[in-house]
């Protein structure tokens, strides 16, 4: 015999194992799992934003200006309910150059309670390692309600 009849036997022998082994027959149709379509959970639409954000900036000991932290506002866009939120932010430096550095713990606050659909201004983040702001690449936010 040809060796590729022989490897097609043997293919289809370890497949009916393998399906029949797993509780499943050659005619169980393929099922596909749509994220956020109408086989899945909905992920529903954020309720906060970040509306505003300000670097906290001085002149370093070398004269380059840098970033020690941030002044920021959230925007609570629930219509009906107050929530208080955990706002986390990372600045990226030059490449794999974060604040705070990887492995450390993450630059968070909490806000106070915010009225639904208002702006909670005045929220502060310090960062303990500074960056110059020419170095600034990115910077990443991410907000969780916490009630």
């Known amino acids: 015999m040809n060796n590729s009849v022989i490897m097609t036997i043997i293919g289809v022998m370890v497949l009916t194992t393998a399906t029949i082994g797993y509780g499943a027959t050659l005619s169980t149709p393929l099922e596909f ?3 956020g379509a109408s086989d899945n959970t909905t992920v529903g639409a954020a309720r906060a934003n970040v509306t505003s954000i300000d670097f906290i900036q001085e002149v370093g000991t070398n004269g380059v200006i840098q970033i020690n932290g941030t002044n920021f506002s959230v925007g609570n866009e629930d ?12 600045m990226e430096g030059p490449i794999g150059t974060f604040t705070p550095a990887a492995g450390e713990s993450p630059a968070c606050t909490s806000t106070t309670t915010i009225a639904a659909n208002a702006i909670g201004t005045g ?14 690449q ?3 936010v991410s907000v969780e309600e916490t009630t």
Not at 123 to 136: D, G, K, P, Q, R
């Open 33 to 35: 799992n749509l994220i």
């Open 138 to 140: 990115n910077i990443s």
């Open 123 to 136: 929220y502060t983040i310090n960062f303990l390692t500074i960056m110059n702001v020419t170095s600034l």
């Open 79 to 90: 219509t009906v309910n107050a929530h208080v939120f955990q706002v986390c932010l990372t």
